[in-house]
């Protein structure tokens, strides 16, 4: 008997909780913001994207020489390697493997390069993306904002998705 007891005590404590988290829920004005879309529509993304192309530049035509170089080294031993001697064969071998060992190097230390100024870049598109988040959900007395992948369903009046990208596009 004193275990049934207990049961509905803890039946009837853990329902009053839930009842009253449920109704603080309501009183909860949540906003939902789809990131990817804020990203993709503000001219600040692409203003960084265009600046990224201008700042490699230079040695991203370096790398696509370098693919050239070992193209052409390529093709000349398949076209030109029967009228070889072993020694020339083995010249350009040697040639083509350093060509390919210095496109790789170099390659990787661009990639990396590329990767660490996007990565600034875009810390500094997420800074004003959060501030311009900050200020509406402040200005409308939106108590949370999630992230949109981090919703099942909501309302489109909880969207502050358009209103974050006209702010954001307003700054520069």
Do not use: W
């Amino acid at each position: 008997m004193k275990k049934f007891i207990k049961s509905i005590a803890i039946v009837t404590a853990a329902s009053s909780f839930l009842l009253a988290s449920s109704a603080m829920a309501v009183d909860q004005k949540i906003g939902v913001v789809n990131f990817q879309e804020v990203m993709g529509k503000i001219p600040q993304t692409a203003a960084v994207m265009q600046s990224l192309e201008a700042e490699f530049k230079d040695e991203k035509e370096l790398l696509t020489q370098l693919e050239k170089d070992i193209k052409y080294l390529q093709e000349k031993k398949k076209r030109d390697g029967s009228l070889m001697n072993a020694n020339e064969k083995e010249a350009l071998d040697k040639e083509a493997a350093e060509a390919y060992n210095k496109y790789q190097i170099k390659g990787q230390a661009f990639q990396q390069k590329v990767n660490v100024r996007q990565q600034q870049e875009q810390n500094k598109i997420i800074a004003l993306v959060r501030q311009a988040i900050d200020n509406i959900a402040a200005k409308d007395n939106f108590d949370m904002v999630l992230e949109q992948k981090a919703v099942v369903y909501n309302k489109p009046e909880q969207s502050i998705t358009s209103k974050v990208v006209e702010q954001v596009s307003k700054l520069k």
